[in-house]
Nanobody
Framework: QVQLVESGGDLVQPGGSLRLSCATSGISFRHYAIGWFRQAPGKEREGALCISTADDITYIADSVKGRFTISRDNAKNIAYLQMNNLKPEDTAVYYC???????????????????WGQGTQVTVSS
């Protein structure tokens, strides 16, 4: 059974930092690309914020570039999203997703991924 479990969401003040985790099981993690997505209240889910592919390609969306980074630990089957200088507009449910893609490719659409987590809430407010 495949599971992706996000954790680390919290209430944080503007300018603060959080690190989200995506713990996986049931997949050969090192062969999967991991993407982080978010959905703000009343809005549609955005395209990928950050992606880490199986062949070490990293994608960071312009909207979070310079503030968010993605990393992965293939030995522990966990991916991370480090979020710095958080803003109120970063408030959302954050999701991770896993997908197997051809070498050198990655996808920004949620629908292209094969497995998804249930999300973790991040609230940025003073």
């Amino acid at each position: 059974q495949v599971q992706l479990v996000e954790s680390g969401g919290d209430l944080v003040q503007p300018g603060g930092s959080l690190r989200l985790s995506c713990a996986t099981s049931g997949i050969s993690f090192r062969h999967y690309a991991i993407g982080w997505f978010r959905q703000a209240p009343g809005k549609e889910r955005e395209g990928a914020l950050c992606i880490s592919t199986a062949d070490d390609i990293t994608y960071i969306a312009d909207s979070v570039k310079g503030r968010f980074t993605i990393s992965r630990d293939n030995a522990k089957n966990i991916a991370y999203l480090q979020m710095n200088n958080l803003k109120p507009e970063d408030t959302a449910v954050y999701y991770c997703a896993a997908g197997v893609f051809y070498r050198g490719n990655y996808y920004l659409n949620w629908d292209e991924y094969h497995y998804w987590g249930q999300g973790t809430q991040v609230t940025v407010s003073s």
